[in-house]
């Protein structure tokens, strides 16, 4: 069965480093994909990075990379240089199909995340 | 600015009433989605739509209607036979291109109490 798990449910970092938010997947579709989304108090959830199984290259968006590793099964966030406004929460999911060929997106529980100064 | 918005902010719904969710979207997105968020919980689907008049249920659609009667909109009501409302419910939306990658915009939420 398809399953995320984001095995920190709280992290803290200093202001300027670098952190690591852990993201595990468990899938037997060979074409999949991975998100990472970030909910700040306010609610609502904004998309960060995306990263294909197919994907030869580790995505990157601007201080945000993922480091995909598909034999170990897992997709995890780094931040650079983090900054206050990156407190918030953090959510990994996957994109599948399922027996019937319907596309599906399963997420994980989240991380939160605090920066401080 | 493009993007999705939500009514009201805060919804309290009584014993036996049905009560409806608004979400408006002018990213002239095809998809649209409903979620509902519970404390320690990840997202769970509730409904989509891929086009106007046209619905499907997702993973916990049972106390819920919808309806997408224009491209724009997607209304859910939370009816008195679900028994457990209370909790985050956000609305999304994506284009549909067909390769899996589509990122989901979502408005700001709507937090559902029982009185």
């Known amino acids: 069965a398809q399953k995320i798990t984001q095995t920190q449910p709280g992290m803290f970092v200093q202001e300027k480093e670098a952190v690591t938010l852990d993201c595990t997947y468990d899938t037997s579709d060979p074409s999949y994909g991975l998100f990472w989304y970030k909910q700040p108090s306010s609610g609502e959830m904004i998309f960060l990075i995306y990263q294909g199984s197919y994907d030869q290259q580790n995505a990157t968006e601007g201080r945000y990379s993922l480091n995909f590793q598909k034999a170990r099964k897992s997709a995890n966030l780094v931040i650079s240089a983090s900054q206050l406004g990156d407190s918030a929460m953090y959510f990994c999911?996957?994109?599948?199909?399922?027996?019937?060929?319907?596309?599906?997106?399963?997420w994980g529980l989240g991380t939160s995340l605090a920066v401080n100064p | 600015d493009g993007g999705i918005t939500q009514s009201p902010k805060y919804l309290f719904r009584k014993e036996g009433q049905n009560v409806t969710l608004s979400c408006e979207q002018n990213?002239?997105?095809?998809?649209m989605y409903w979620y509902r968020q519970d404390p320690g919980q990840g997202l769970r689907l509730i409904y989509y739509?891929?086009?106007?008049?046209?619905?499907q249920k997702g993973d916990i659609a049972e106390g819920y209607s919808v309806s997408r009667e224009k491209k724009e909109s997607f209304p859910l009501t939370v009816t008195s036979a679900q028994k457990n409302p209370t909790a985050f419910y956000l609305c999304?939306?994506?284009?549909?291109?067909?390769?899996?990658?589509?990122?989901?915009?979502f408005g700001s939420g709507t937090q559902l109490s029982v009185l």
């Open positions: 999304a939306s994506s284009i549909l291109r067909g390769k899996g990658d589509e990122k989901l915009f």
């Open positions: 990213l002239n997105h095809d998809a």
């Open positions: 999911a996957m994109r599948y199909y399922n027996a019937g060929n319907n596309r599906k997106l399963i």
């Open positions: 739509s891929q086009i106007v008049n046209d619905f």
